[in-house]
């Protein structure tokens, strides 16, 4: 059937009430028509939908995403297809941008939008994903979980376009619902795995699934068993690369660092000048204490600007921010002139950059050089309050007791003022109290 000009709208629901009027609003300005597909709502989600639009039908729940999706598809009359959850959001701007970019559809162009994934509790992160794409035969979603169109778009020959158009995502706002989310996805994947399915990206997203839950030694084997998929598949050669730093990440989480020098070197062979890979690994080469490896890495980000990839990343830190994790590379490799050359350049300031330096020679357990860099910053200013009591931690351990009561009272850290002190003839204070910042030097 030909499809008039336009753009359909199509999202699947179940017990979405509390999402789906904030969403359908959102959508309206520029949707053509609103299609929704109920998959066994026991809510008034149906009821909120139908205020909205007409297009409103039920589907029933099959554990397959794809399948509802392309149900969806089917009922589209337009020419043009923009897929959405209910927790995805476009605010005006990008409203506007999506109503612009109409003029362009010709049904020979298929659009990747930027996917922000906000959390409550971590960064958000980014990604690019086709989210728009002309409604033509043999296009399909594919995959029950995960689901995507861009093989049979590929395979359509459509030309792939990146306009800076941003969905805001809110369904993984918390640890909570991210964990459940995980859950009713792994019975999914698990099922999969059980029918014998030899897609890379199912054990992929298997291996970043059993991660977080403990299951490293089976994320590992997954993640090895998609890589090997990948090799031979003709899409998701993107990903190849997302394998190999997830190896890494995990192997050293593991305690493997073996393992995850041999997947670092294999990433650098495929990272070439992209930051984002580059970063992460210039971070797991300062963990594992290679240093003139992790100057190299990092080296290389600086200047460049975070381009989202085709996989949810964190943006990059500022240059500051850069030069700083150079400086703590230069100063554990006794390079200190180098060191507080960026110290120096970063457009933080002097005592802010001490005190981050502190903070992540603290959080690598580096504490004599967290002792030296949180007591430069108070010679030049004041320390923030969770910085009193990472110093009042590090004066605890290297024995300087009464300066870490004074410290953590600083801190407001009323339960490590009552821990008892170390027994007398530990390491000798001086026994002056902290009367500003200079007593502390």
């Known amino acids: ?26 959508f309206t300005p520029f949707a053509d028509e609103i299609i929704v597909v109920d998959t066994g709502s026991t809510d008034n989600t149906k009821e909120i ?13 099959i554990d397959d995403f794809a399948a509802a999706r392309n149900f969806a598809m089917s009922k589209a009359s337009k020419s043009y297809h923009l897929w959405v959850d209910a927790d995805d959001r476009f605010d005006s701007e ?42 033509a ?25 990146f306009p800076e158009i941003v969905i805001n995502h809110l ?33 992929f997203f298997l291996a970043l699934t059993y991660s977080p839950l403990g299951r490293q030694e089976e994320a590992m084997e997954c993640m090895a068993q998609a890589l090997e998929y990948f090799e031979k598949e003709s899409y998701n050669h993107h990903l190849i690369a997302e394998g190999y730093l997830f190896q890494a990440k995990l192997a050293f989480e593991m305690g493997d660092h073996d393992k995850c020098l041999r997947n670092l070197a294999v990433l650098g062979s495929l990272a070439g000048a992209n930051p984002v890979y580059n970063y992460s690994m210039g971070i797991l080469y300062q963990r594992m204490g290679r240093h003139r490896e992790a100057v190299e890495a990092i080296t290389k980000v600086c200047g460049k600007n ?27 490799m006794n390079e200190q002139k180098g060191a507080l050359e960026l110290i120096n350049a970063s457009k933080v300031g002097r005592a802010r950059s ?47 007791t009464q300066k870490a009561r004074e410290c953590f009272a600083r801190a407001g850290m009323d339960d490590y003022l009552k821990t008892p002190a ?19 030097l």
């Open 354 to 400: 001490w005190e981050w330096l502190g903070t992540k020679a603290f959080s690598y357990q580096n504490l004599g050089l967290a002792h030296i860099a949180f007591e430069a910053a108070l010679r030049l200013g004041e320390l923030e309050p969770q910085s009193w009591g990472r110093l009042g931690a590090v004066y605890k351990l290297r024995g300087y």
């Open 171 to 203: 369904g993984y706002m918390t640890h909570e619902i991210r964990l459940a989310k995980a859950m009713r996805n792994l019975a999914i994947m698990e099922r999969q795995r059980a029918e014998g399915s030899t897609d890379g990206g199912l054990y």
């Open 94 to 135: 990008n409203q506007r941008r999506i109503e612009s970019l109409k003029s362009g559809f010709d049904g020979k162009k298929a659009y990747y939008f930027i996917l922000v994934n906000r959390q409550e509790d971590l960064a958000p992160t980014s990604c690019r994903q086709l989210r728009c794409f002309p409604i």
């Open 137 to 161: 035969e043999g296009i399909r979603f594919n995959r029950p979980i995960h689901e995507q169109a861009f093989e049979s778009v590929m395979e359509a020959g459509f030309e792939m376009e």
């Open 1 to 26: 059937m030909t499809k008039s000009p336009g753009l359909s709208v199509c999202m699947i629901v179940r017990n979405e009430s509390a999402n789906i009027s904030d969403a359908l609003a959102c």
């Open 306 to 332: 975070y381009v989202p990839n085709l996989f949810p990343t964190q943006p990059l830190p500022n240059e500051s921010e850069l030069f700083l994790h150079i400086a703590y590379s230069l100063y554990c």
């Open 49 to 61: 939908a139908a205020r909205f639009t007409s297009l409103v039908y039920d589907f029933e729940w």
């Open 422 to 440: 170390p027994p007398t003839g530990d390491r000798k204070e001086g026994g002056e109290a902290i009367n500003g910042r200079s007593q502390l």
